[in-house]
């Protein structure tokens, strides 16, 4: 699995999802009480299984674990707040792996930018609300800021049992958040509403 996230960073690279160091993902398999998350300041279109942070869940705190020693000389994702948040909470995916991917795709913010809730949008396009259910978006908050992890909670409906209400949320003048079961999976979800953002864009009409 964390050679397909690899696969996914690099996708998301040449679809100008991010630039080099931008976007994060990270992944729990439900037995598990740690998760693995992408390292800071790592080219992402040359990320490794080996660089990934292994990260411990102790209640509501984190702690780094040893990996790899490649790994061990790098730092955890600074958007770890949002992650450990969703990680530590299985939920409705307990009886598998939860993913989170984040990464800023252009569409999807030019459409936040433009003033458009994604939440609404939905309900014009049933190829995106058969299998997507995007979340209002989350305003301005500072990036890698425990703000940013409580808004896209909050957004997406996380309660005390680790439930979400929605696969992805976006964050006006950032990017998106989408959770599913496997990279791919989570990573179609971002995939389906910036093809309906861009469609919408183009159109005009909004
Ligand atoms: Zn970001």
Redesign the pocket.
């Given at each position: 699995m964390l050679e397909t996230i690899c696969d996914i960073m690099v996708d998301a690279y040449k679809r100008n999802w991010i630039t080099s160091r931008?976007?994060n993902v990270s992944i729990r398999h439900h037995d598990r009480n740690h998760f693995y998350i992408t390292p800071s300041g790592v080219r992402k279109q040359t990320l490794q299984p080996d660089q990934f942070k292994k990260i411990g869940i102790h209640g509501l705190l984190w702690q780094e674990e040893y990996y790899s020693d490649i790994s061990a000389k790098l730092k955890p994702s600074g958007?770890i707040p949002l992650h450990f948040g969703l990680q530590r909470a299985m939920g409705q995916h307990s009886n598998d792996v939860r993913v989170v991917v984040?990464v800023?795709p252009t569409y999807c913010i030019a459409a936040m930018h433009a003033g458009i809730d994604l939440n609404t949008i939905s309900d014009s396009f049933p190829e995106l609300n058969r299998y997507t259910k995007v979340a209002p978006n989350v305003g301005d908050v500072p990036?890698i800021s425990q703000a940013l992890a409580d808004q896209c909670h909050k957004s997406l409906q996380l309660d005390d049992y680790g439930n979400i209400a929605y696969d992805i949320v976006g964050i006006k003048g950032?990017?998106v958040v989408a959770i599913d079961t496997s990279p791919w999976r989570a990573y179609e979800h971002i995939e389906r509403l910036e093809h309906i953002c861009k469609i919408v864009l183009a159109s005009g009409n909004y």
């Open positions: 931008d976007g958007e984040h800023h990036p950032h990017g």
